[in-house]
């Protein structure tokens, strides 16, 4: 069964408006949970690693201030998409490993179904 | 800056078939190489993890193999089925960043 449970599967919001995502670890404790965008037919890109207690890592070109990370718990971590843009409709997927520490090499990564933002 | 490429884009094949997927990928440190397999609209299911140390990896009629000196790994698929239907994706995790770096995947579709 699934390991890595996302919600919503699907948000339609106005512009302007801010849209959280959930991504829980169900039967697991993970420290580090990774948020991924996916344009139509193009491979994952990696927005930010989520740090249990910490802050989030963004990646290069991604706004912290638009795209807020909070892992509030070992197997809960959130992205918020504020005053949310058309341009921000993509299709977002978090994922989380079992490993222990800040990342397992030896473990795969377990990826939530993702979220297919609209943004009217 | 580690690059990784999946050919074919897309193939098209009837039940039954052997399949070979192709993934390259441009620098070889590396601590791992893993296949994914996405299903439209949904998330992904990993499907097999091959450590920068080993050689191939099998699960049911699965099989990947790694030749990390040269950069790239193989998928076969034995006597493809319909349900086999998917995007599958290869990504490696680049020593030198500690970050797991997609393909662009292949689309699969077997048909009976």
């Known amino acids: 069964g699934a390991v890595v449970s996302q919600h919503p599967s699907r948000v339609i919001c106005k512009s302007g408006t801010s849209v959280k995502i959930e991504c829980r670890s169900l039967d697991f404790q993970a420290t580090t949970m990774f948020w991924y965008r996916q344009f139509p037919k193009q491979s994952l890109m990696l927005m930010a690693t989520?740090?249990?207690?910490?802050?989030?890592?963004?990646e290069q070109g991604v706004e912290k201030d638009k795209f807020l990370i909070n892992h509030a718990s070992l197997t809960l971590s959130t992205l918020t998409v504020t005053s949310a843009h058309p341009e921000d409709s993509s299709f977002y997927i978090c994922?989380?490993?079992?490993?222990?520490?800040?990342?397992?090499?030896?473990?795969?990564?377990?990826f939530g179904n993702g979220t297919r933002l609209t943004v009217t | 800056k580690q690059e990784v490429t999946q050919i074919p884009a897309a193939l098209s094949v009837p039940e039954g078939e052997n399949l070979v997927l192709n993934c390259s990928f441009t620098?070889?440190?590396?601590?791992?190489l893993q296949w994914f397999r996405q299903d439209p609209g949904k998330g992904l299911t990993s499907l097999l993890l091959i450590q920068s140390s080993q050689r191939e990896q099998t699960s049911g009629r699965l099989n990947a193999s790694l030749d990390k000196s040269s950069g790239r790994s193989t998928l076969y698929i034995a006597a493809s089925q319909p349900g086999d239907s998917a995007t599958y994706l290869c990504a490696v995790l680049s020593y030198n960043t500690d970050k797991l770096i997609f393909g662009t995947g292949t689309r699969l579709q077997v048909f009976p």
């Open positions: 989520s740090n249990e207690g910490s802050k989030a890592t963004y």
């Open positions: 994922s989380a490993t079992r490993g222990t520490g800040t990342f397992s090499y030896n473990s795969p990564l377990h």
């Open positions: 620098d070889s440190a590396i601590y791992n």
